[in-house]
């Protein structure tokens, strides 16, 4: 029951967190901002709309936004929230959910490409760069966090880790955390891998592959997207704060944490750059070195 | 073991058949098609009964070649390679029929069907066979009967140059295996493989070593893989499928069995499987981004997907050789369900590739582009191919690289031993597969989706019932073997239990409960995508849509020139690892006010071929030409040759 219950509340406060790291930004950048709840108003109105097709495209580009959004339902459903099992868990539901999410960038890229434009196309370009960077890095972390728990499932990995982890292997830990976070950046697309503001599309990299979605489609993409920050700030919550016997006080707690994750965002956005796109790849490796440096460390402990 | 000899007996009758039927294409290919079909029908159920039962059946008849015996064996690993044998080439038979049919007037067809079933024939002798001769006239008929298809186009000067560096590898592996299998022979005497036994000390690395080489050859395991991307485009697309799907895996196969002789082994040699296959698994999918011909990339990402079967090998060696049951059984059973796999999906992306060269008279990504408007069918089966080459749910591809996956982290949990090869084996798998999924966007995007980007394929249409129905039946198993995998659990036990004693039990102990949720969550995610449909469905039903041009950033006119091409969509990826590829690009000289017309052209190398193979081949000719005393043409000169050997050969019998 409980394992449900999260599960709902994961579906019901996902479109939250978007909202926070925009008032977060609006606050650095001395402005009132949009409301927190503003994405539930733009997925209930896009709901209703009448989508436009472009000629060109095909049932790939139909298709791609509810399966991809079923990809990530899949996903959500086997991450854990708060110490308690989540709705879905096995040894190794690590490599289902880094595949799921595989999955649902390879749905959004194939109707990028389905659409014929220049500018969508160079999107699902550089989207599929990015991930040959991030993924291995997601994977290194997965490896470590295995290796520091002895468990393949993410229910295991995040029943065990306590306080007492923290406090013997505090600089995996923190180099995971840091590592984590750039790969939450880069595939969330937020600043400094993407921009989501940004006002011209060729600079874009999420949001352009997105840019000929309308209506009912442009509601699953946008809830999807909040899913999958839901996600990733679920999963470093789940490292930062250690297990304490569960209940009603933790789950609040729980929840504090992911938001004060998606805070940090806000502030990485207002107080960075976004980097040239060449760079960005860099910056994942980045995360990437921090991943290895991090499995280093606990292999030798 | 009497269906699978019949299955061998129709396939060797049809293919004489079919030869003496030249005359008449129709009749070759009646007799091609019912035996490719009859003996896939007959062997099936054989090597799943061996399969499901886990016990080999043997058959040995006198045979009055010397040294050699007409052993047959048909144990559960011939039988789990045997599966896949019959039922690619059994479904490439069916699609070869609507496939060849522009081919028969010019009398092509009839003599190709009769290699194809050779083919067929011999690979099934090859995974039969339990005595070296009786092996070696199988591998050898099979490099024959595969080299002729590759020269099917032998008009073309490509396919003359793919077909000779084809046969020189050929030859050049075979004279391997001879010399790994006289060396297992020597201390019993008998080359039956049931009499081998283990060489001691260095001998039984040298054999291994051997044996890796001229199997590798096979393969095509990097960086033995410079004749795959060469000859696989050359043959026609249904013998191309069966080449990637299946011969190649007689390499992984014959490996497998020498290992079987070989045991126990050193650590090194795990680890040298490993190492090749993380290198094979990274330059193959890197390559075949870096590709602009459809087939050619698909004969790169078969170098990948052979990488990876050896990474899941090399984890099951170091497994075994550290006495880690569950390693050994993990990392086994993963290169083997994953070898099965590659058989149904990268058959069925040949076809698919087939298909459009089929309609539209050209593989070039550059000049293609939506086809999905035109061959709709077509283009469903190759999305499902790309799904599951690429791993992603609910599809096949999935399981095996899981069961890998599995195997690495065992690895790296075992122990501070083995940790750093488990760490190496889930780079390599997590970073072939992100490149995968690029490699293959890249693919499918560029045929089907989009506008056309030349005139060129304007014509293109879904291909006849007889390609369809192959297409759509391997898209089926492809999906069927991905939702239903642990019905795969025992036969593929009983295959493990076959190479790598014990693994059987451990493998069931390990992965039944993994594999059941995994496929209980794809069933989960069939459920949520009908859900998600259900729901567009839903709030779409009383609205309908608009339609209207791309939203090209405000330009309301844009044209098919102004897409994303192939190369482009690949190039931030070929540009970050151009120290490895090497691609070269030729751009134009842009000179004066008012240039008038230029051209850019990039060509993605054959970088192991040109800097390592070609100039020791120029060397090696170099060195033959100083023999050229020896070589007269005359054939008195020849036989005089033979003659001697002969009388040599007795006199040191003597």
């Known amino acids: ?301 | 073991m009497p269906l699978v000899l019949f299955s061998l007996a129709l396939l060797l009758v049809s293919s004489a058949l079919s030869l003496s039927f030249s005359g008449s294409p129709a009749r070759a290919r009646a007799f091609g098609v019912i035996g490719a079909v009859g003996a896939a029908l007959a062997g099936l159920p054989a090597a799943a009964g061996v399969l499901f039962s886990g016990r080999a059946e043997t058959l040995s008849l006198p045979w009055p070649v010397p040294m050699g015996s007409l052993s047959l064996s048909l144990d559960p690993l011939a039988a789990f390679f045997l599966v896949p044998l019959f039922l690619l080439t059994g479904l490439a038979a069916v699609y070869g029929a609507g496939y060849m049919e522009r081919y028969e007037a010019s009398g092509r067809a009839a003599p190709a069907w009769a290699q194809f079933n050779l083919l067929t024939a011999s690979m099934a002798l090859v995974l039969l066979a339990a005595n070296a001769v009786l092996f070696m006239t199988g591998w050898e008929l099979m490099a024959l009967s595969s080299f002729l298809l590759v020269l099917f186009e032998g008009e073309k000067k490509q396919a003359r140059r793919a077909g000779f560096i084809y046969l020189a590898v050929g030859a050049g592996g075979a004279l391997l295996l001879l010399a790994a299998f006289g060396l297992l022979a020597a201390p019993s005497g008998s080359l039956d493989f049931s009499s081998f036994l283990r060489p001691t000390g260095a001998r039984a690395a040298a054999v291994f070593l051997i044996a890796l080489t001229g199997f590798g050859l096979k393969a095509g395991f990097m960086p033995l893989h410079v004749w795959l991307p060469e000859a696989h485009p050359a043959a026609p697309s249904h013998v191309s499928a069966v080449m990637s799907g299946v011969m190649i895996k007689m390499g992984v196969y014959g490996l497998l069995r020498t290992l079987g002789f070989l045991a126990p082994w050193p650590e090194w040699w795990g680890a040298l499987v490993l190492v090749l296959g993380a290198v094979s698994a990274l330059g193959g999918v890197l390559f075949a981004l870096a590709q602009h011909d459809l087939k050619r990339l698909l004969a790169y990402s078969s170098i990948e997907n052979i990488g990876i079967i050896l990474l899941g090998l090399g984890l099951g060696m170091i497994g075994l050789s550290r006495g880690s049951a569950a390693l050994a059984a993990l990392g086994l059973a993963g290169a083997l369900l994953h070898a099965f796999n590659h058989s149904l999906f990268k058959g069925l992306l040949f076809m698919g590739a087939g298909a459009v060269i089929h309609s539209a008279g050209l593989g070039e990504l550059e000049a293609l582009g939506g086809l999905s408007k035109k061959m709709p069918r077509t283009s469903a089966c190759f999305l499902a191919g790309s799904a599951s080459i690429t791993a992603l749910p609910p599809f096949n591809g999935f399981v095996g690289e899981f069961l890998i996956y599995l195997a690495a982290f065992r690895a790296l949990l075992d122990g501070r031993a083995t940790a750093h090869w488990g760490a190496a084996a889930l780079l390599a798998l997590a970073a072939a597969g992100a490149l995968a999924g690029g490699c293959f966007a890249k693919a499918f995007g560029s045929v089907f989706l989009g506008e056309p980007r030349s005139t060129k394929c304007s014509a293109a249409h879904d291909p006849g019932a007889p390609m369809l129905a192959a297409m759509y039946a391997l898209a089926a198993a492809c999906l069927a073997a991905g939702l239903l995998s642990p019905f795969l659990l025992l036969p593929l036990a009983n295959a493990a239990d076959a190479a790598f004693p014990g693994a059987g039990a451990a493998l069931y102990a390990l992965a039944a409960l993994p594999v059941a949720f995994v496929s209980a969550g794809f069933s989960a995610l069939c459920g949520l995508l009908a859900l998600a449909a259900a729901l567009r469905a839903w709030l779409m039903c009383r609205r309908g849509y608009a339609e209207g041009p791309t939203w090209d950033c405000g330009y309301a006119r844009p044209t098919a020139r102004m897409q994303y091409g192939a190369s482009s969509f690949s190039q931030p990826l070929t540009d970050f690892f151009q120290p490895l590829l090497r691609s070269l690009g030729r751009e134009p000289e842009i000179r004066g006010y008012f240039p008038s017309g230029a051209s850019f052209s990039t060509e993605a190398q054959a970088l192991v071929y040109n800097k390592i193979y070609s100039p020791a081949a120029h060397r090696v000719r170099e060195l033959a030409y100083r023999f050229t005393w020896l070589q007269h043409g005359r054939l008195q000169i020849y036989i005089l040759y033979i003659v001697l050997t002969l009388l040599a050969l007795l006199l040191w019998k003597l």
């Not at chain 1, 997105?210 to 946008?222: T, Y």
């Not at chain 1, 999807?224 to 707690?253: C, D, N, Q, T, V």
């Not at chain 1, 990437?288 to 402990?301: D, S, V």
Request: hydrophobic share 55%.
């Open chain 1, 1 to 301: 029951m409980r394992p449900a219950l999260h599960f709902l509340a994961a579906l019901l406060l996902a479109p939250l967190l978007p909202g926070v790291i925009n008032r977060v930004k609006a606050f650095f950048g001395g402005r009132r901002g949009q409301p927190l709840l503003q994405l539930y108003y733009d997925l209930f109105k896009l709901a209703g709309k009448t989508p436009v097709y472009s000629r060109t495209t095909t049932w790939v580009f139909r298709a791609s936004p509810a399966a991809g959004l079923a990809a990530l339902l899949a996903a959500a459903a086997a991450l854990p929230f708060a110490g308690a099992g989540p709705l879905f868990g096995f040894e190794g539901d690590l490599v289902l959910v880094v595949y799921l999410l595989g999955l649902a960038r390879f749905l959004t890229v194939l109707a990028a490409l389905d659409t014929g434009s220049a500018f969508e196309g160079m999107g699902a370009s550089r989207e599929m760069q990015f991930a040959v960077f991030a993924e291995p890095a997601f994977f290194l972390c997965l490896a470590a966090l295995a290796h520091i728990t002895g468990s393949l499932s993410f229910s295991g990995i995040f029943a065990a880790l306590t306080g007492d982890t923290w406090r013997t292997a505090a600089p995996v830990l923190a180099l995971l955390t840091a590592s984590l976070f750039i790969v939450l950046l880069a595939e969330n697309s937020r600043v400094p891998a993407d921009d989501p503001n940004t006002h011209l599309e060729l600079t874009m990299i999420h949001e352009v592959m997105v840019l000929d979605h309308s209506g009912p489609d442009l509601a699953c993409i946008l809830y999807g997207a909040a899913l999958k920050l839901w996600l990733f700030s679920s999963l470093i919550a789940g490292m930062l704060l250690p297990r304490a016997g569960g209940g009603a006080y933790e789950g609040a707690l729980y929840l504090g944490v992911m938001l004060g994750v998606t805070g940090a965002v806000g502030v990485t956005e207002s107080a960075m750059a976004r980097l040239r796109l060449l760079k960005v790849p860099y910056m994942l490796i980045t995360a990437f070195a921090f991943a290895a440096l991090a499995l280093i460390f606990q292999l030798g402990r």
